[in-house]
């Protein structure tokens, strides 16, 4: 970590960041099991949502000037209904949900803890604000026999279990963006894990 500073937004602060966040998101998701086919101008209008919501946090990871990594995270009520609806329908308050929505990082910088700068970071932020009881994010779903699927693929399960997430398969939605080896957007389903936030360390 010696030569990766982490860097803390929220709101209107998350601007002028816009451009190097859409470029990262755009590289890093177009890997499995995302395999985003995204655009700066679909990218650059939704993180416009962390700069209209003032208790978004968006956690940088810079190498020098370049941005190498960032998490994101904001309200649930300050989501999409594709989001809040799967919560509401199972009787949980938006109003009492964070929501820790991704984190992207190059791979050349994986396996430094950068993860967990992550992880501490939006949870901390979370709690600071006072007025929720969970955590959440949520990841898509896909085949184990996917054909685009690497041979060294590895889920990240283990890694969010251990940071003491619970995967809910109640909690579930669909969400559509065009893969890589597609001609159209097609929805993908998508399962939320939570945590208590009072499990986190304060």
């Not at 030569?3 to 190097?20: H, Y």
């Not at 655009?39 to 941005?67: H, K, M």
Request: overall charge negative; some cysteine; aromatic content about 14%.
């Amino acid at each position: 970590m010696t030569d990766i500073a982490i860097k803390k937004l929220s709101g209107e602060a998350v601007e002028p960041w816009i451009a190097d966040l859409a470029r990262l998101r755009i590289a890093v998701f177009r890997d499995f099991p995302y395999l985003y086919d995204g655009t700066a101008e679909y990218e650059e209008n939704y993180l416009q949502t962390y700069v209209r919501s003032q208790a978004s946090i968006v956690v940088l990871a810079l190498d020098g000037d370049q941005v190498i990594g960032a998490s994101t995270g904001l309200p649930m009520q300050d989501e999409t209904a594709e989001f809040q609806q799967p919560f509401i329908d199972k009787g949980f308050d938006p109003a009492k949900v964070f929501y820790c929505a991704e984190s992207v990082l190059l791979k050349e910088y994986r396996g430094r803890g950068v993860y967990k700068q992550f992880f501490s970071g939006r949870e901390d932020h979370a709690r600071q604000l006072g007025r929720f009881d969970w955590l959440s994010f949520c990841c898509v779903q896909r085949p184990d026999n996917h054909p685009l699927r690497p041979n060294d693929y590895v889920p990240l399960d283990a890694i969010w279990t251990k940071f003491g997430y619970v995967k809910n398969t109640g909690l579930r939605t669909s969400y559509a963006w065009k893969d890589v080896d597609q001609v159209e957007e097609t929805p993908h389903e998508m399962v939320f894990w939570l945590k208590p936030i009072q499990d986190s360390p304060s």
